[in-house]
């Protein structure tokens, strides 16, 4: 049987430009919708944008979450592609960290958390949030699911810090404290190999 893919390409999966949210240094974000880019993150987002179609000039294709900051990264790249379309999944969604969203990260030290964390490691969730697990899981399904769908297009994913490390961290077998402690700055991105999604189970 005739491999479909032409060529090889490029799974990117890129965190979005500086939001307003991310000010806020000393408190979770959270999924926080409706966060649009500050001044810096336009400057972060048009030069992702500079960077990426000089590295890629043909038309790839574009997935972001439904989130305000997502949105807008991808659609400053999007105008460097002439018929270029975002598409929007989802499944691309932050880690939603349930009533721990906004709340002062110091508070996420608290003995309770930590010795949860401890004993559930990949389940691990705060109160009515989803656990780190759960996120792989979907992130994983959603770019399975796009590497099958465009076997000769390079797909950039422009998505969320944790959400985006809780699939690298899967897919590369780091430990969840490696997950927690991996930091991953504004328009940071990593790339995929368009084989690597499909030989990963998740148990």
């Known amino acids: 049987m005739t491999n479909s893919r032409l060529v090889p390409r490029d799974i990117l999966l890129i965190r979005h430009a500086q939001a307003e949210h991310n000010q806020r240094?000393?408190?979770?974000?959270?999924?926080?919708?409706?966060?649009?880019?500050t001044d810096l993150g336009i400057c972060?987002?048009?030069?992702?944008a500079r960077d990426i179609k000089e590295e890629y000039?043909?038309?790839?294709?574009?997935?972001?979450?439904?989130?305000?900051?997502?949105?807008?990264?991808?659609?400053?790249?999007?105008?460097?592609?002439?018929?270029?379309?975002?598409r929007s999944d989802d499944r691309l969604l932050e880690l939603d960290q349930g009533t721990f969203s906004n709340r002062l990260k110091v508070r996420a030290l608290a003995p309770r958390f930590i010795w949860?964390?401890?004993?559930?490691?990949?389940?691990?969730?705060?109160?009515?949030?989803?656990?780190?697990?759960?996120?792989a899981q979907r992130m994983l399904a959603c770019v399975r699911g796009l590497n099958h769908r465009y076997p000769n297009q390079t797909i950039i994913v422009i998505g969320h810090g944790l959400a985006i490390r809780c699939?690298?961290?899967?897919?590369?077998?780091?430990?969840?404290w490696r997950l927690i402690l991996t930091r991953m700055p504004n328009t940071a991105y990593r790339r995929l190999g368009d084989t690597l999604v499909d030989d990963l189970v998740i148990s």
């Open 25 to 37: 240094y000393c408190r979770v974000m959270g999924r926080a919708m409706d966060s649009p880019l």
């Open 116 to 135: 949860r964390l401890i004993a559930r490691r990949w389940e691990f969730s705060f109160d009515r949030g989803e656990t780190f697990a759960t996120v």
């Open 44 to 48: 972060q987002a048009q030069k992702l």
């Open 57 to 86: 000039p043909a038309l790839p294709v574009i997935y972001a979450s439904s989130a305000l900051r997502c949105q807008q990264t991808a659609q400053y790249l999007a105008q460097l592609y002439p018929g270029a379309v975002v």
């Open 167 to 176: 699939l690298w961290a899967r897919l590369h077998g780091w430990s969840v």
